[in-house]
């Protein structure tokens, strides 16, 4: 809780260092620089509580941290302010914090919607090369965050919002949706956290059948229980307990009949709530600021040059692939083969693993070899990250896979 505190104490100062320049006494550059420089003094001082919290939880629980989503997001958050420490010291650029402290926030709260609790390890998981494989990965995904970050700033630095032909249209939509997909996450967490605070819970017994190799058929009854207001129900499923909400007595409708599993409707819910509080908080945003949100940081970026960000985003980029390549490739392919006796084996998790592989690879091909910098560049490096975020949230918690993590229900 240090650390997150500190974290939005640090981004604070970098919106005051990028935003407040223009009704400051001093010359812009002054101020970006003090402000900057008390914002990188926060950020690692909430880097170093977050490292206590990991070496300590690490010494209460017996093993390495990162063994369910709780844990493994929480260090995701850390990780990305490591790659984010390293790559301000190498370009002392003072306005990326204001656009990779959001992502820290973000994540370390998502992280929270998951148990806490120290869960004990199962034997697949107790070996030495899990937590390289793990380490490793999320190491190398955290410098492809901060990649994402600088192509963000960068697209919405060159960005003509005055422009009124197809092209210009076409990236100020764009950019604005980037924007509206992580106001859709934030919307997630509020909605979450605010149902949850209110004690809000429904529950339905799901009926689910199942046929085996054998063609024996059995039947089984499971509760599902929902922190949100359940807009879905479970398919083919009945009421236990529903809490009125603005009205509504009863859900919606119900999951289609092929999103049979047992979490499935719950999901589907949680899905419905994140986009409808998002265009909530989009909304309000918009009203506050009269304009897109995009056009509105877009002035303030004008003292920074795209070349800059580009740089940055690009060397983020090779920085972690190496390191990813060892993490979710190489090293995970020895712990495969120590845990399931097979180097690869097509599960969900290892298959877009592979994907983000791949696409950093033409990523890196197509800088280097194509020619292609400046937004093209940029766009690939946004577009890779989620990817990235498919393969740590929509693999773990909707696919089912031998990688889905414990809490992760």
């Known amino acids: 809780m240090v650390a997150f505190y500190l974290y939005c104490a640090s981004f604070i100062t970098y919106a005051i260092a990028v935003g ?12 970006t620089r003090r402000w900057g420089k008390i914002g990188f003094g926060l950020a690692v001082t909430g880097w170093l509580a977050h490292l206590t919290f990991f070496f300590t939880r690490w010494y209460g629980g017996g093993h390495i941290p990162t063994s369910n989503m709780y844990e493994f997001m929480t260090f995701l958050g850390m990780a990305i302010m ?8 190498i370009y002392r650029n003072m306005l990326l914090g204001a656009f990779a402290l959001p992502l820290v926030i973000i994540i370390v709260a998502y992280a929270s919607v998951f148990p806490s609790e120290v869960q004990p390890l199962i034997p697949a998981l107790n070996n030495v090369w899990l937590k390289i494989h ?12 901060i990649g994402f970050a600088a192509a963000l700033v960068q697209l919405i630095r060159v960005v003509d919002f005055n422009g009124t032909d197809k092209a210009a249209k076409r990236s100020q939509f764009w950019t604005e949706f ?32 199942t046929i085996d190799d054998s063609g024996t058929e059995y039947t089984s009854v499971k509760e599902v229980k929902y922190s949100l207001p359940p807009i879905v129900a479970p398919y083919n499923s009945e009421t236990v307990k529903f809490q009125a909400f603005l009205g509504m ?18 999901k589907l819910n949680t899905v419905i709530w994140s986009v409808i509080a998002g265009l909530v908080l989009y909304g309000l945003l918009r009203l506050l600021v009269r304009k897109k949100l995009t056009a509105a940081i877009h002035p303030h970026l004008s003292d920074i040059d795209p070349d800059d960000l580009e740089e940055i985003s690009y ?15 190489i090293f995970a392919m020895i712990w495969a083969e120590i845990a399931w006796s097979r180097f690869w084996g097509w599960d969900p998790k290892e298959v877009w693993a592979l994907i983000t592989w791949l696409f950093y690879s033409a990523y890196l091909h197509l800088r280097l070899s194509r020619g292609w910098q400046g937004t093209r560049s940029a766009w690939l490096a946004v577009i890779g ?13 909707i696919i089912a896979g031998l990688h889905s993590y414990a809490g992760a229900e």
């Not at 490793?136 to 955290?142: D, L």
């Not at 990250?385 to 918690?397: D, I, K």
């Open 20 to 31: 407040g320049k223009r009704w400051s006494n001093r010359k812009p550059e002054d101020h």
């Open 82 to 89: 490591l790659a984010f420490i390293v790559i301000h010291l």
């Open 134 to 145: 793990v380490t490793t990965a999320a190491a190398g995904e955290a410098f492809f965050a």
């Open 178 to 209: 980037s924007l509206f997909v992580i106001i859709v996450l934030v919307g997630f967490l509020v909605a979450v956290f605010a149902f949850r605070g209110s004690g809000y819970e429904a529950s339905f017994s799901q009926e689910k059948t």
């Open 249 to 266: 007595k009863e859900p919606l409708f119900e999951a289609p009949a092929w999103m049979n599993g047992v979490n499935a409707g719950r």
């Open 315 to 329: 060397r983020a980029i090779a920085i972690g692939f190496p390191i990813f390549t060892l993490g979710a490739l």
């Open 385 to 397: 990250f989620l990817v990235v975020m498919f393969t740590l949230v929509g693999v773990n918690l």
